[in-house]
């Protein structure tokens, strides 16, 4: 089975913006310019909002699956990718809860 598989440059241009992204986490972390509430606050606010969309595509997918739906077979990789988020999120939410 042929899988697609990312180019050096794209894979080069994924892992410089990761990096930015996490130098960015960390600016706000550890900055002066904002307090460690504001800083978890959002980190929640963003942890609940990919957590909820991920929730709504795992419903939605097995919603379809429960009512037998037949044309759901062309979209319903996506909300499998979608839904392999809820782990994730879940977890940055029990971490900021702590």
């Known amino acids: ?6 180019s050096g440059r794209a894979k080069m241009t994924t892992y410089i913006l990761m990096g930015i992204g996490a130098i960015a986490l960390l ?3 550890f900055s002066k310019d904002m307090s ?7 980190i929640l606010l963003e942890g609940l909002f990919f957590t909820f969309i ?3 595509a795992v419903f ?8 037998q739906a037949g044309w759901s077979v062309a979209v ?3 909300y499998e990718a979608v839904g392999r988020f809820l782990p994730f999120g879940l977890l940055v939410i029990f971490v900021v809860m702590l």
């Open 1 to 6: 089975m042929n899988y697609y598989t990312f």
């Open 27 to 29: 600016y706000g972390l």
């Open 36 to 42: 460690g509430t504001r800083f978890w606050a959002n």
């Open 54 to 56: 991920s929730l709504g």
């Open 60 to 67: 939605f997918m097995s919603l379809q699956y429960v009512s």
């Open 76 to 78: 319903k990789r996506v």
